[in-house]
């Protein structure tokens, strides 16, 4: 009876692939400026872009807690600009240059989209042989089929722009990236898996 565990095995395969893209983060894009000098990053405020303040604090104080640990200095921008929506940009700019802020950090969403996963639909069988013409219409009442179903699941899509606060406004921008997540059951494991792809891909373009 081999035929029942191998359908069996592909249909728990399948679940489990639709259930380990939630709360997944993967790279879409990124950009690095030609100049830029991974020494020059000292101390960097982080601004997340979000109409929940809640998510907009956990997401600042997640990353600035990944900074930290990577030897950098940070700070979270609800600090000093508790209102997103109100940001007094000359003064914010004087903060910056007063602290010592040598970058700025910014992550806005950029779009949500539905992704359907279709899981096929799978059929246990019985013994792989066919002895006796009434053995095999035994076996075929004894069929179970697992009907096929789809998942739906959303994508975030964020953009994410990292400033040199020494340069020029034009060409403050030194590097971009662009990402995508699955969102998953809790804000925390999408929170967390975002901070964590992003700063990968940070690293590995050296940029921190």
């Keep these: 009876m081999r035929?029942?565990?191998?359908?069996?095995s592909i249909a728990v395969t399948s679940a489990l692939l639709v259930a380990a893209?939630?709360?997944?983060t993967s790279m879409v894009h990124t950009w690095t400026a030609p100049d830029?000098?991974?020494a020059s990053v000292k101390k960097i405020l982080v601004l997340g872009v979000a109409k929940?303040?809640?998510t907009r604090r956990s997401y600042e104080d997640g990353f600035v807690s990944k900074l930290k640990a990577l030897g950098y200095q940070?700070?979270?921008?609800?600090?000093?600009?508790p209102d997103a929506t109100k940001i007094d940009h000359s003064a914010l700019n004087e903060k910056i240059h007063a602290e010592g802020v040598t970058h700025v950090l910014v992550t806005?969403?950029?779009a949500i989209r539905d992704v359907q996963t279709t899981v096929p639909t799978t059929v246990y069988t019985g013994p792989a042989y066919y002895g006796g013409w009434y053995s095999y219409y035994s076996w075929g009442y004894t069929t179970m089929v697992s009907?096929?179903?789809t998942v739906t699941n959303q994508v975030v899509t964020l953009e994410t722009n990292f400033y040199d606060t020494a340069k020029k406004e034009e060409s403050a921008i030194v590097w971009s990236g662009t990402s995508d997540t699955w969102r998953g059951d809790t804000p925390a494991s999408n929170i967390s898996s975002v901070i964590s792809t992003l700063l990968e891909s940070m690293r590995s373009s050296h940029v921190l």
């Excluded at 035929?3 to 069996?8: G, I, K, T, V």
């Excluded at 893209?21 to 997944?24: F, L």
């Excluded at 940070?74 to 600009?81: E, R």
């Design 74 to 81: 940070a700070v979270p921008g609800y600090l000093w600009a």
């Design 147 to 149: 009907p096929g179903y």
């Design 108 to 110: 806005r969403l950029a």
């Design 36 to 38: 830029f000098q991974k």
């Design 21 to 24: 893209c939630t709360s997944a």
């Design 52 to 54: 929940d303040g809640a």
């Design 3 to 8: 035929s029942r565990p191998a359908s069996l």
